[in-house]
């Protein structure tokens, strides 16, 4: 499957900025979207941003007008800027990318769907 690589997390006070980043590689593969989620300590996994393959985002209400999620021109590595960070935006980040793959088999080549997740970087906003 694809392997994902997250970095940019870190500790930074309220009302700052971070920006996360998620590189995707692999051989023969091909995205259809992209996303970040969060886990807060204690609480469930959320959607945080995602881009179709078309370019639409989608925010959570919580960051819209503070976090923009974009992608490179290749569109392998995905990006989460995030401006006026808040204290309840503590959590592990993590990115997911979904997609095809190729494989080769007995009788030639097969397409297979992959939903990839990145190992998570932390964010701590914290004075």
């Known amino acids: 499957q694809v392997q994902l690589v997250e970095s940019g997390g870190g500790l930074v006070q309220p009302g700052g900025s971070l920006r996360l980043s998620c590189a995707a590689s692999?051989?023969?593969?091909?995205?259809?979207?992209m996303g970040w989620y969060r886990q807060p300590p204690g609480k469930q996994r959320e959607l945080v941003a995602v881009?179709?393959?078309?370019?639409?985002?989608n925010y959570a209400d919580s960051v819209k007008g503070r976090f923009t999620i974009s992608r490179d021109n290749a569109k392998t590595t995905v990006y989460l800027q995030m401006n006026n960070l808040k204290p309840e935006d503590t959590a592990v980040y993590y990115c997911?990318?979904?997609?095809?793959?190729?494989?080769?088999?007995?009788?030639?080549?097969?397409?297979?769907?992959?939903?990839?997740w990145g190992q998570g970087t932390q964010v701590t906003v914290s004075s």
């Open positions: 881009i179709s393959s078309v370019g639409s985002t």
């Open positions: 997911n990318v979904q997609g095809r793959y190729r494989r080769p088999t007995s009788w030639g080549f097969t397409d297979s769907v992959f939903d990839s």
């Open positions: 692999g051989s023969s593969f091909s995205i259809n979207g």
